[in-house]
């Protein structure tokens, strides 16, 4: 039995498939089996070189979907197939660094109590290069896991044993079906982040409609809605469900600013009072992801950007000292080159003329 079974999903996946099954041959711990599931219907040479890869090395399995099932049951039947004590999440355009799947299983074998283990993963692309630093103790992992999917899904490695015993797959009604299935781990094992960059993750041009998106967006409202209800017994009304979205900025949508921020300001202090009486979440690390939430939405700061904040009231008196040039900073720093950042502000035009003007 492998020690690290690797799901990798494929789909049109042709030119950069490889390249990734590459990088896990090159990995230091060289005990795995690597399950590609290939979606029915692929249009390009994906399976050929799937199979091709397969009779290359013993330790490749080769999974074709009888018919068109989704992301969420692909990554379902990887789950159900897993040999190995720990499964690494991988996806065909991404690349690990060789000592990902070494580190990663000292630490799970290290802390029995953790069932998602993920690291740091480098974003680039033409117009991209910059690190997603996600939360790196349990407590702000968990915390921060309310509001937004602070984890790089294709650096994650899973206790098998948790996911398959709990019973624990990917939602197919979701499009954010790797944020709503981390929100349910939390009930059954920890959730961490090795501070160190052991992923790559390939950022290109994306066909994503608007519609797409915005389904997205409000789907996330849902999530979180959903966690507040499972962990902390607490009901939101609608509108302070829409608040809680996170695919883009939830003021943006708004048609009264104030109004917006009464109802954000009162749907956070909610949640703080909710969390004391429940203690799902560590105060302290429930009080910094509030704080970021709030800085995220009225300032555009980043919201992996965690500050300490001493008490509920500091959140919402909190004001930065220069907002538009730190919010530039932001812009600049996440969208390198002319080309990304004139993709950006027509992206958000085309959004703004959709839902105001036309």
Not at 28 to 48: A, F, K, N, Q
Not at 331 to 339: Q, S
């Amino acid at each position: 039995m492998p020690i690290v079974t690797v799901i990798l999903p494929v789909y049109n996946s042709e030119p950069f498939l490889e390249t990734a099954v590459k990088s896990i041959q090159a990995q230091t711990l060289t005990d795995w089996e690597l399950l590609i599931i290939s979606e029915y219907g692929s249009g390009d040479h994906t399976t050929s070189i799937a199979r091709r890869l397969q009779a290359s090395d013993e330790r490749i399995v080769l999974i074709e979907n009888p018919r068109r099932l989704g992301l969420s049951e692909s990554l379902n039947i990887g789950i159900r197939r897993a040999a190995g004590k720990y499964i690494a999440r991988m996806d065909a355009d991404d690349l690990a660094h060789p000592t990902r799947f070494e580190k990663q299983v000292r630490f799970l074998e290290q802390h029995p109590g953790v069932a998602v283990c993920g690291t740091w993963q480098h974003h680039f692309g033409p117009d991209t290069d910059w690190i997603h630093k996600g939360a790196v103790t349990v407590e702000q992992c968990c915390a921060n896991l309310l509001f937004f999917c602070d984890l790089c899904h294709s650096t994650l490695m899973l206790r098998t044993e948790v996911f398959q015993t709990r019973g624990l797959f990917y939602d197919g009604q979701y499009l954010a079906e790797d944020f709503e299935l981390w929100t349910r781990v939390l009930l059954y094992g920890d959730i961490v982040n090795l501070p160190e960059i052991l992923g790559e993750y390939r950022c290109g041009d994306t066909n994503i409609t608007l519609a797409k998106k915005e389904r997205l967006h409000e789907e996330s409202g849902v999530i979180v809605s959903n966690s507040l209800k499972r962990n902390l017994k607490l009901c939101l009304t609608e509108e302070e469900m829409k608040c809680m979205r996170n695919w883009h900025n939830p003021a943006e949508d708004a048609r009264d600013r104030d109004v917006f921020f009464h109802q954000l300001e009162t749907a956070l202090r909610k949640i703080d009072q909710a969390n004391r009486r429940e203690l799902f979440y560590q105060q302290q690390a429930l009080l910094n992801a509030i704080f970021a939430k709030w800085r995220w939405i009225k300032y555009y700061e980043p919201f992996t950007s965690i500050k300490s904040v001493t008490s509920i009231d500091a959140v919402f008196q909190y004001t930065p000292r220069h907002p538009f040039f730190e919010r530039l900073h932001c812009f600049l720093k996440n969208n390198r080159g002319i080309r990304s950042k004139l993709r950006k502000l027509r992206q958000k035009f085309a959004a703004y003329y959709s839902k105001y003007i036309r």
